[in-house]
T-cell receptor, first 114, second 112 residues
């Protein structure tokens, strides 16, 4: 069975641009969560979606938004990119609500903002 | 105070050693607890869930103390392949929202 997939794997953008990251969960998993990980730190929770509804939100500005599609795949959008948005963006899927069930992570998208 | 704190590390231990990692959390309403490991420049991988009664998986033992808001991970007979960063994860539920919080991680290097 395929694991969590993310695209693209690497991305370079300039300040002020917009970016869309994509994630496909494990088949049968209905919850997708997004995390930002800066080098040397643990992943920071951005969003959680379950059955296409937002079920959790971390302390990120409104420039960050996400959505989940009927097939449970998800997009993370970041507007007006800042240098500080450079990070590894991780997507995780789980059977149900993320906090109550184990999460399985994709390989991440490494975003560099110049 | 950070919501989830871990031993700062790094831990450098010889093969065969026993090593323990500690994690504390601030939200007493937290409901679910996990340990993940993350290899360099890779995604986190679930190591084990942590149950109130404590649980063991081979060389790994996890303990939860709700009264002290404390989680631990014990690794016995360390292997070179155990070298990684160990992340403590806590689900802090707020009304109908879940907020999953990762600790900063503790780095382990097992030395031959």
């Amino acid at each position: 069975d395929a694991g969590v997939t993310q695209s693209p794997t690497h991305l370079i953008k300039t300040r002020g641009q917009h970016v869309t990251l994509r994630c496909s969960p494990i088949s049968g998993h209905k919850s997708v969560s997004w995390y930002q990980q800066v080098l040397g730190q643990g992943p920071q929770f951005i969003f959680q979606y379950y059955e296409k509804e937002e079920r959790g939100r971390g302390n990120f500005p409104d420039r960050f938004s996400a959505r989940q599609f009927p097939n449970y795949s998800s997009e993370l959008n970041v507007n007006a990119l800042l240098l500080g948005d450079s990070a590894l963006y991780l997507c995780a899927s789980s059977l149900s609500v993320a906090g109550s069930y184990e999460q399985y992570f994709g390989p991440g998208t490494r975003l560099t903002v110049t | 105070r950070k919501e989830v704190e871990q031993d700062p590390g790094p831990f450098n231990v010889p093969e065969g050693a026993t090593v323990a990692f500690n994690c504390t959390y601030s939200n007493s309403a937290s409901q679910s607890f996990f340990w993940y490991r993350q290899d360099c420049r890779k995604e986190p991988k679930l190591l084990m869930s942590v149950y109130s009664s404590g649980n063991e998986d081979g060389r790994f033992t996890a303990q939860l103390n709700r009264a002290s808001q404390y989680i631990s991970l014990l690794i016995r007979d360390s292997k070179l392949s155990d070298s990684a960063t160990y992340l403590c994860v806590v689900n802090a539920r707020r009304t109908s929202y879940d907020k999953v919080i990762f600790g900063p991680g503790t780095s382990l290097s097992v030395i031959p």
